[in-house]
């Protein structure tokens, strides 16, 4: 992911950075609480007046820088999905036909869609939401050693570390869970695909097997991400309960700093504000760790199709001979081409009387595993290639394969 993240990182710098203004500004509104009550009120309402002004301006700040951050957070997500999406599908075509055969279209349609998806969602969004929260668990953990008291802020430190383990409870059967909901997602795709694609041959009698067909795919599928969901809401559950201990321990700790007398009222209320906005990051940053987990299998399969190396292909021979066509008959869906006899003469375009791209594309593709030739015979100079009237598919080699394009190539 690193060539893709390259690409956006100046957007994802600008992001952080608005995002880390933002945390400045939530962190200190809870401060300005802390000095409204200890504030002396005995001194006149002036002091009052510029805590509102400020007050208004951390408003301003906190809300402005939010909207830029999420401003280029879409940009990034746009890119990204550009990005990826268009190496994939250029990758899908450096495939030869036997290895893109391997996968149904309908597979390739939910990786280009489906896996992309969760790539952004669950990858991209995560790893920024870890760095953008960790930079507000920073920044409050200085407000409260500096401004606050450094004994609370030193008991939610501690309590917080005991969370960083938490993850890796769940990390590994999230990840398992999620890998299957995608493959079974991917057999859906491409099941529906192939049911619809069939719809000429419905009727009253086997709309009832298409519909049962349908709805068993729908089904595993379904029940794939209800076992997700069920075990990652367990997770969440999980997380919360552990994350109340940092509240409980910060709560306990002010009730006895206040009956000692060692921290005002106004340092008492302001960290009970600060313990939800600790927390809050720190819930994030691990259901993000979760979310990285589980989507690392299907990075690694996206990653696999954009990265497609086609294998050296050997040379041609600078001058190869024509190949010649002897009363052959093509026949693909419901178009026919009857028998003819012509010369592929190499260097020249040709142009396929079929009505359709995919037409010309089957017809003039003389792999037999790509077309249906009813009779005839090819031959590369004066020996025959191909004799045959419902041929076996062993026939053209890959020279012959190269002298016919689909549509306007050239041979």
Same mark, same amino acid.
């Given at each position: 992911m690193k060539k893709y993240i390259q690409k956006i990182w100046k957007l994802l710098a600008l992001q952080v950075l608005f995002f880390l203004l933002y945390s400045i500004?939530?962190?200190?509104?809870?401060?300005?609480?802390?000095?409204?009550?200890?504030?002396?009120?005995?001194?006149?309402?002036?002091?009052? *007046?510029?805590l509102g002004a400020l007050y208004l301006v951390l408003i301003a700040v906190l809300y402005g820088a939010q909207y830029l951050s999420q401003l280029f957070s879409w940009k990034a997500d746009r890119r990204f999905l550009f990005s990826l999406r268009a190496d994939l599908f250029n990758g899908l075509f450096r495939r030869s036909y036997a290895d893109f055969t391997q996968k149904s279209v309908g597979d390739y349609l939910s990786i280009l869609t489906n896996d992309i998806s969760a790539l952004q969602q669950n990858w991209l969004e995560p790893a920024m939401d870890i760095i953008n929260f960790s930079l507000m668990v920073a920044v409050y953990a200085v407000v409260l050693f500096v401004f606050v008291d450094f004994r609370i802020a030193t008991v939610i430190l501690i309590a917080s570390l005991l969370t960083v383990f938490l993850p890796k409870v769940t990390a590994k059967e999230l990840s398992r869970r999620r890998q299957r909901e995608q493959a079974l997602l991917e057999r859906y795709t491409s099941k529906a695909k192939d049911l619809l694609e069939g719809f000429s041959f419905a009727s009253r009698r086997t709309r009832p097997a298409f519909a049962r067909e349908h709805e068993t795919a729908l089904d595993r599928q379904q029940?794939?991400?209800?076992?997700?969901?069920?075990?990652?809401?367990?997770?969440?559950v999980l997380n919360g309960a552990c994350l109340s201990l940092i509240n409980l321990s910060a709560f306990l700790a002010v009730g006895v700093l206040l009956w000692q007398g060692e921290i005002t009222l106004g340092t008492g209320v302001a960290t009970l504000g600060y313990i939800e906005s600790f927390t809050m990051p720190i819930q994030y940053i691990l259901e993000s760790v979760n979310s990285l987990a589980s989507v690392a299998g299907v990075r690694e399969k996206v990653l696999a199709y954009t990265?497609?190396?086609?294998?050296? @292909?050997?040379?041609?021979?600078?001058?190869?001979?024509?190949? @010649?066509?002897?009363?052959?008959? *093509?026949? *693909?869906?419901?178009?026919?081409l009857e028998p003819f006899t012509y010369t592929f003469a190499c260097g020249k375009n040709m142009r396929s009387p079929a009505p359709t791209a995919r037409a010309r594309a089957r017809c003039s593709a003389p792999s037999p595993s790509r077309r249906r030739w009813r009779a005839g015979r090819s031959l590369r100079g004066r020996r025959p290639r191909r004799t045959a009237t419902r041929p076996t598919p062993s026939a053209m080699s890959s020279r012959a394969a190269t002298s016919l394009r689909p549509a306007t190539g050239k041979t």
């Open positions: 500004a939530s962190a200190s509104i809870p401060y300005l609480t802390k000095i409204l009550f200890d504030y002396d009120f005995s001194a006149g309402p002036g002091g009052l *007046v510029w029940a794939a991400t209800y076992k997700r969901g069920l075990f990652y809401s367990f997770s969440l990265t497609y190396t086609p294998p050296a @292909q050997p040379a041609l021979p600078a001058a190869p001979a024509p190949l @010649q066509l002897r009363d052959a008959a *093509v026949e *693909v869906a419901r178009f026919r």
